[in-house]
């Protein structure tokens, strides 16, 4: 099993312009989520999803669209890059009946955006 | 919301040594508590996690205690190794029945062990 992964992982990105981040599981897990990484800031919530079909906003959802078109994979767009999105972005996933430990997040490898 | 705070943001021991980081929560109702490391670089990973009808959970030599009247719980890292070093994170979160809540991370401790 590959577990989560994610692409690109590197991008720059001129001001304004929109790029899509893809994140991807084989876990069957129900529950995934968009994070972003800044320096001393911490793990801070994006968006999330418990469900194909549904998202929902996490603490700083601004500026981001997300998709969960197919259980398996979840989309964070940004539709007019700024300076301020420069951050490293982590996908994760979670809660399969099949596992006793449904807690647990798997995160991927993680995307650096660059933002001019 | 919850409000989780971690503190050290740094911590920096002898090898062989011992390390805690402690975290507090807001929010009375949180009963999963997860702790995660980050090496330089790499993903997080789930170290060890509580939930709140225990008190203390060992796994070698990490252990996590948790003390709910004070909402507060702390890793702890005895005989410390290089390899220790890394950004560890602790969160809290609800689960209701098969209901799991998103997870709500402190800030991060940069612990670094030093050979």
């Known amino acids: 099993n590959a577990g989560v992964t994610q692409t690109p992982k590197f991008r720059v990105l001129k001001t304004g312009q929109s790029m899509t981040l893809l994140c991807a599981q084989d876990m069957n897990h129900e529950y995934m989520y968009w994070y972003r990484q800044d320096p001393g800031m911490g793990l801070r919530l994006i968006h999330y999803s418990v469900g194909e079909g549904t998202t929902a906003k996490g603490e700083v959802p601004d500026g981001y669209n997300v998709s969960r078109l197919k259980k398996q994979n979840f989309l964070l767009g940004l539709e007019s890059a700024a300076p301020s999105q420069t951050s490293v972005y982590f996908c994760a996933s979670s809660y399969s009946l099949q596992e006793d430990s449904r807690e647990t997040q798997y995160f991927g490898p993680g995307t650096r955006l660059l933002v001019l | 919301g919850e409000n989780v705070e971690q503190h050290p943001s740094t911590l920096s021991v002898q090898e062989g040594d011992s390390a805690v980081i402690k975290c507090t929560y807001s929010d009375s109702a949180s009963n999963y508590f997860p702790w995660y490391k980050q090496e330089l670089g790499k993903r997080p990973q789930l170290i060890i996690d509580i939930r709140s009808n225990v008190g203390e959970k060992k796994d070698q030599r990490i252990a996590v205690t948790l003390n709910k009247t004070a909402k507060h719980f702390s890793l702890h890292i005895t005989e410390t190794q290089p390899e220790d070093s890394a950004v560890y994170f602790c969160?809290?979160?609800?689960?209701?029945?098969?209901?799991?809540?998103?997870?709500?991370f402190g800030r991060g401790t940069q612990l670094t062990v030093w050979p």
């Open positions: 969160a809290a979160s609800i689960r209701r029945g098969s209901t799991l809540g998103r997870l709500y």
